[in-house]
Every structure is written in C-alpha cells, then in structure tokens.
C-alpha cells in the first residue's frame, strides 16, 4: 500500500457518459496530479493541484475538470465521455512539488464502450 | 519528436546479465525520474536525479545534464527486475508536471 487511495479501482461506463475518480494523497502530503496512461499516449500529466489550489495544467481535455477539497482528497472528473478516453488514470501525491519526492496510487481502469 | 525518448523499447535478457536502460531528453529540466511498472499496473518511483549518480540495492541510475542524458542500470539481474521502466523529467521554468518517455519493457528470463 503506497499511501495514495484512488477509488473506483476500474470503471466501465458508456459513451457520453459522466464519472468522477477520487484520490486520497498520503498522510501530509500537500500536493496532488493526475496522470492518464492510454496505450497509444502512454503516461501524460492532466493537471496538479497544491492544498485546494491549481498549481499547473498538462494536457487534460475541456471536458474534463478536477478540484482539490479542504481534506486535501481530489476529484477528476470526466465528461462526454468518448471511446478514446479509455485509459488508467494515476493520482501521485508529494509533500510539495516532485522536487521533493511523489508516491503513485495504484490507478483507475476506466473503460468506455 | 517526443521531448523524451527512452531506448531500447522492448529488451529481454537472462539472469545474471547487465542490462543498461538510455534516456535523452531535448529540454531544460529541475529533475529526472526513473519509474518502475509491474504488469499489474502499480508505479513505483526508484530514482529522482538532478546531477551525478545514485545507488539503491542493484539499481543505479547515472545523468550527464551537459549531454542530456540518463542511463538506469541493473546488475545481477533477475526475473522479479522483469517490469516496464520509464524515465519522466521535470521541465524547468517552475512546471512540476512530468514529461514521460515511452517506457522500456524489461523481460529477464531465468
């Protein structure tokens, strides 16, 4: 167990669909991201939040959004859900920034069909 | 051009060998990464570089910033070692996110 939750473990919904994914950071951890691994992308960052507030922005879609609550805990959400949104999605946390040491969760399997 | 570019990106080899992992990357970076993924999808970070070399058990991971360069090597390897590793960078200029290559797919045979 490496200290970083992240809920549903797998996720089969359809096309044009919503659903939200949840991370729980390590103990003490300030800092969150999210990551999504497809097959033909491989790992790309999605966006960071540092305690409640949007720190930096990767490649993450307009149909999706993410929020960082008072507990520290995120949620990504994704919308419009599309074939090609397959993928894991990681949650990482850090104590700060990934200067300083990260630890991954162990992902979401989201499917689409 | 992938900004990060990981070679070779399949290698199988036997027990016992050396086996030596390259990474390039074509940006400034804070910090190079190397990860660990097992089949069963769990990322483990093993190294976190910004100069010169570091050492944990049979793992040692090595980067040349004037050349842009990170190697991972393993000696005395073994199947357990059998996993994708996959070099990421912090871009500098105060981004955090990380930039990843596309992995290189280890199978050592016993």
């Known amino acids: 167990d490496s200290g970083v939750t992240q809920t549903p473990k797998h996720l089969i919904t359809a096309t044009g669909q919503r659903v939200t994914l949840r991370c729980s950071p390590r103990?003490?951890?300030?800092?969150v991201y999210w990551y999504q691994q497809s097959l033909d992308q491989g790992l790309q960052f999605l966006i960071q939040?540092?305690?409640?507030?949007?720190?930096a922005k990767g490649n993450i879609l307009e149909r999706f959004s993410a929020q960082q609550f008072p507990d520290l805990h995120s949620e990504l959400n994704l919308s419009s859900l599309e074939l090609g949104d397959s993928a894991l999605y990681f949650c990482?946390?850090?104590?700060?920034?990934?200067?300083?040491?990260?630890?991954f969760g162990s992902g979401t399997r989201l499917t689409v069909v | 051009k992938n900004e990060v570019e990981q070679s070779p990106q399949n290698l199988t080899a036997q027990e016992g060998e050396f086996i030596t992992i390259n990474c390039s990357y074509s940006?400034?970076?804070?910090?190079l990464h190397w990860l660990q993924q097992h089949p069963g999808g769990g990322i483990v970070s093993l190294f976190m570089l910004s100069s010169g070399k570091k050492k944990h058990g049979r793992l040692i991971a090595t980067i040349n910033i004037q050349e842009k360069h990170s190697s991972l090597h393993i000696t005395a390897s073994h199947p357990r070692d059998s996993a994708v590793y996959i070099c990421a960078v912090n871009p500098g200029g105060g981004a955090d996110g990380l930039t990843f290559g596309k992995g290189t797919h280890l199978i050592i045979q016993p």
């Open positions: 939040y540092y305690n409640g507030e949007e720190r």
């Open positions: 940006v400034g970076i804070s910090a």
């Open positions: 103990s003490g951890d300030l800092s």
């Open positions: 990482a946390s850090s104590p700060q920034g990934t200067y300083y040491g990260y630890t």
